[in-house]
């Protein structure tokens, strides 16, 4: 486990999930961390209790990312009640799986306002709110390796936050900041499972070098190593986190 002692982290969308075994492992590490939640404040409060009750510090503040007012208020609260923000990891998404012919107009902006336009406004304020010599971490997807008919639009909105990466690498490099996209592969969250069969997800576990479907605490283990110190150097990349699946 990485040193994260008082590292102050914001982990959007991490009522649940991926995000939520991201906050829980973080605050493991020594990190306080502000638990951003959209509309799922029994299971943000119960991740909260949950890092508490460990002996951790944690804050649980509701935003939508897709709202640049309530992103502004996000960094507020946060810097409010901590003093400071050290990294950012952008969790927050959505994923809608229909094939173009299919997806709605209100499909496709809903997946780009807060995949997309989320991370766009949490790094327009990181950019001059986030801590000296900080880190971000923003989600992107393995999916975009390979080609899954209904997966279009969705892999669209992560290929732009890994464009997005690339660039605010360069921007906010002066401060001493890294930055840096991390795609996981399949994982066993309702996100990820729901509507999916028995079937369908054994042949998406057959295509990783290990036979099975990554747990949250795979992903939420790498998550901790570019937060650190140690992952300093690292920067403007896209880093794959899918068992060897492509």
């Known amino acids: 486990m990485q040193n994260l002692t008082e590292k102050v982290i914001l ?116 950019a001059t709110r986030l801590a000296d010599n900080g880190s971000i971490i923003n989600f992107s997807t393995s999916v975009n390796r390979i080609m899954i008919p209904g997966y279009a639009s969705y892999v669209a909105t992560k290929a732009a936050v890994e464009q997005l990466t690339r660039v605010f690498a360069k921007e906010v490099g002066s401060r001493g900041i890294n930055v840096n996209s991390l795609s996981p592969g399949p994982t066993n969250t309702e996100l990820f499972t729901q509507g999916k069969s028995e079937e369908a997800i054994a042949r998406l576990a057959g295509m990783s070098a ?27 990349q896209n880093i794959g986190a899918n068992g060897g699946m492509a």
């Open 11 to 126: 982990v959007t969308g991490a009522s649940r999930g991926i995000g939520a075994a991201v906050a829980r492992s973080l605050a493991a590490a020594g990190a306080k961390v502000i638990v951003n939640y959209a509309g799922s404040r029994a299971d943000a409060e119960n991740v909260v209790s949950a890092i508490r009750e460990a002996g951790g510090s944690a804050l649980a503040v509701q935003a939508d990312v897709s709202n640049p007012a309530q992103v502004i208020r996000l960094f507020d609260e946060a810097i409010a009640q901590y003093g400071r923000i050290d990294v950012l990891v952008n969790n927050a998404g959505i994923m809608i799986t229909k094939q173009i012919k299919d997806t709605t107009d209100e499909d496709f902006s809903r997946m780009f306002d807060i995949n997309v336009k989320g991370v766009f406004n949490t790094l327009r304020e990181a």
């Open 210 to 236: 290990f036979g099975r479907i990554a747990e949250p605490e795979d992903i939420s283990r790498i998550v901790c190593f570019l937060a650190s110190d140690e992952a300093k150097w690292i920067s403007a």
